[in-house]
């Protein structure tokens, strides 16, 4: 079936160190990706995207990297700040059209001072 | 949160009553989604809106109605409210599809008592 989901429910880093987050999706077919953060008591907010026609993208502080062939998909955030503790969920597009998302569990980031 | 207005933040009610959520938008995007989002499940697509009086469901739609006689609003509406409606509700907007980014609102929490 379909179905995105996060590898680890919370990751807990050290003020200054790199965050890796990550996700699995099983629907080869596919073809555009996101990332959002999500502060408490506040809507998800669009942090960067991939289509499938990449391998990586770069934004400001985050990478996202996408692996086709394990339908893996990963968000690197540098330099981790306070800032950036959220929930995060990666979201797939697989509807064409439609622009239907397909979310994620969300996985938790805390970062240490 | 990319000009989206979501009416009434905060909303209790009585099973068995009908609830209308209204999402607001000035950007003039043609696509509007109404999601809920509960712990364990991340955000579920309830339903899509592509146009003025087009829509089509999503993946929980059982239970409720949506309306859009205008680009702006997007109603959603809890015909009988039930104690598993108890949720946060997401709108979110999109300028086109496929693979481009949905905005999301503020959300509104209802409960349902």
């Known amino acids: 079936g379909e179905s995105v989901g996060l590898h680890l429910p919370t990751l807990s880093v050290q003020e200054g160190d790199n965050s890796i987050i990550n996700c699995a999706y099983s629907?080869?077919?596919?073809?555009?990706f996101i990332w959002y953060k999500q502060e408490s008591g506040k809507g998800p907010q669009f942090i960067i995207d991939i289509r499938s026609n990449m391998d990586k993208r770069q934004g400001q502080r985050v990478t996202v990297l996408l692996n086709k062939t394990v339908k893996h998909l990963s968000l690197q955030i540098a330099a981790t700040q306070p800032g950036d503790s959220a929930v995060y969920f990666c979201a797939e597009n697989n509807s064409g059209n439609t622009g239907k998302l397909i979310f994620g569990q969300g996985t938790t980031l805390q970062v240490k001072p | 949160d990319a000009g989206i207005t979501q009416s009434p933040r905060h909303k209790v009610t009585e099973t068995g009553t009908p609830v209308t959520l209204r999402c607001h938008q000035t950007e003039n995007h043609r696509y509007m989604y109404w999601y809920r989002q509960d712990p364990g499940h991340g955000l579920r697509l309830i339903h899509y809106?592509?146009?003025?009086?087009?829509?089509d469901k999503g993946e929980v739609s059982d239970g409720y109605s949506v309306s859009r006689s205008k680009t702006e609003d997007f109603l959603l509406t809890l015909e009988s409210a039930t104690s598993s409606q108890t949720s946060v509700y997401f709108c979110?907007?999109?300028?086109?599809?496929?693979?481009?980014?949905?905005?999301f609102g503020q959300g509104t929490r209802l409960t349902v008592v």
């Open positions: 979110a907007i999109s300028a086109r599809t496929p693979n481009t980014e949905a905005f």
């Open positions: 809106s592509y146009g003025v009086k087009d829509t």
């Open positions: 629907n080869s077919a596919s073809d555009y």
